[in-house]
Structures are given as C-alpha cells and as structure tokens.
C-alpha cells in the first residue's frame, strides 16, 4: 500500500509588516477570549466579602469624599449640578478608561509564563480585559441611574436632564476603550524593557484623572487657556459624558475632534509597538 502524498504545503513567515493586527487569529481564538474575559471577572473579587459589589461601593466612596472635600470645603464649582451626579458622572466616564489603561499596562508581565507555553494572538488579553470591564462599567451606570431618578423625581429636580445626544453613548465607550487599549499597549511594551514602570502606572493613573476634569469642569478654566487643559483626550471624553447624561458639559467640536485624533494615533502606535515587542518578549524573559 502506498503512502499517499499531501498536495499541499504549509509555509511559515515571520510578519513583516509594521502593523499587524491578527484579526482573523483573535477571531479564531474567540472561545478563548470569552473565557479571559469571564476569568478577568470572577478573579477580581474572588474571596472577597461584597464580592461585585465593590463596583458600586468604590465609586460611592470617592463620591463621598470628593463631594466633601472639593464642593463643601473647597467650593469648587460642579457646574449647577447637584454634586453627587457631578462627581458619579464624571467617574463614570474615567472609571471604564483607567481600568482598562492598568489592565492593559501590565499585559506582557502579567502573562509571561502564559506566553511562553502556548501560541494564540496576543491582543486577546487586553481585549478581554476592555470587555470584561464593560461589565463593571454597566454596574456602575445602573448605580448613576438610580441616583439620577432619585434626584430627578424624587427630589424633583429641573436642572439637569439626558440629552439627545445619549445616541452616541456607544461611540463615546468605544472610544474610551481604544484610547485605553493603545495607551495601555505603549504602557505595556515600555513596562516589558523597563519592569519599574510597573509601580509608575497606578500614580499615573491617579494624577491624571485630577487633571481630567472628574473634579474641575473644563469651564472653570480661562476660556483662553481651555485649549492647554483640552490636549488631555480625556477631558472631552468626561465632559462628553456629562454633556449626554447630565445636559451639562463643555464639549468643543475642535477639542473632541483632536481627541478622536489623538485617540486613533495612539491605537496606532500601541498596536505597532505591542506587535514588535510582543516577537521577542517570551525569548528575554
């Protein structure tokens, strides 16, 4: 009996290309991506005592303080909104980026002994993460919810309301979620050469969101230096929101257009750095 040859042949390559995205592989690997993301999920709050619920307590918490602190002590403007949905809000916003931006900033550390055992694209973790963080983000935009009738119908309130715009909420998460995801890939490239980035990103995380309008509005800035403050992309990301929730934000076409800008350039160069650190990383380690 003869043994019957292949009419085919698999040939390898190497990629060469400066950005390579391996859509199709991540999409082969879409089992995989659901179960990182269910894993993500549950291991957070794994033998904890309130469990998921720390997504609502943390964000409450914060509130609190901030509510204390910067509208009682210091009298800092919430732009006529009742403090408690300024400051609920505007977490909102930041909360979904800078969980993302600390989940994906860490990727190739974190996962380098799953790396070295087993071949799969290695955009699947972070792109669980984004995902498995949706889940928090909508925990805590039911939190924002139930606040926001209390204050709406219950105390009766006039001053504030969702607006048309709500439409492109949507796109508002979307974007978040890319700005995060390529600021978090450059994070996690830069972090895989130099490991003390590592306890650099959590400061980070914490120093940028005072400078992302979570605590100021873009409106109590001179009108004519709004445009230094406006070259953080997430200043138009939380005032977008604000804006759409509250009927209450400082949204400038120019500064959101250049935050769109900003936004895809960084997915840009994060993809392309991720990709050629990503090649040699496992040899290094």
């Known amino acids: 009996m003869q043994n019957e040859t292949a009419d085919f042949e698999v040939t390898l390559r190497p990629a060469t290309g400066w950005l390579q995205i391996e859509l199709a592989g991540i999409w082969h690997y879409r089992d995989l991506l659901f179960l990182l993301v269910w894993r993500d999920f549950v291991s957070k709050y794994k033998q904890t005592i309130l469990g998921p619920l720390w997504f609502i307590v943390q964000p409450l918490l914060n509130t609190v303080v901030f509510t204390v602190i910067f509208s009682n002590v210091a009298k800092l403007s919430t732009d006529g909104l009742p403090p408690l949905l300024f400051y609920l809000c505007g ?154 929730l509250l009927g209450t934000g400082t949204v400038e076409p120019l500064y959101l257009a250049f935050s769109v800008v900003f936004t895809l350039l960084a997915l840009a160069a994060g993809l392309l750095l991720f990709g050629k650190v990503e090649k040699t990383f496992v040899d290094t380690v």
Not at 150 to 158: A, N, S, T, V
Not at 225 to 240: F, K, Q, T
């Open 91 to 244: 977490q909102l916003g930041w909360n979904y980026f800078a969980q993302n931006f600390g989940a994906c900033s860490a990727t190739l550390v974190n996962n380098a002994g799953l790396f070295g055992k087993v071949y799969f694209p290695r955009l699947v973790v972070p792109l669980s993460n984004a995902v498995s963080n949706l889940l928090t983000f909508a925990i805590q935009a039911a939190t924002f919810t139930v606040f926001y009738l209390f204050y709406k119908y219950g105390m009766r309130l006039e001053s504030f309301g969702v607006t048309w715009q709500a439409v492109f909420l949507p796109l508002l998460v979307l974007q978040s979620a890319v700005l995060s995801l390529g600021l978090g890939l450059i994070m996690s490239a830069l972090t895989a050469k130099f490991r003390d980035l590592v306890h650099l990103t959590p400061l980070l995380i914490q120093l940028w969101m005072y400078a992302s309008a979570v605590i100021i509005p873009l409106s109590q800035f001179p009108e004519k230096w709004r445009w230094v403050v406006a070259l953080n992309p997430m200043i138009s990301i939380v005032e977008s929101f604000r804006l759409i």
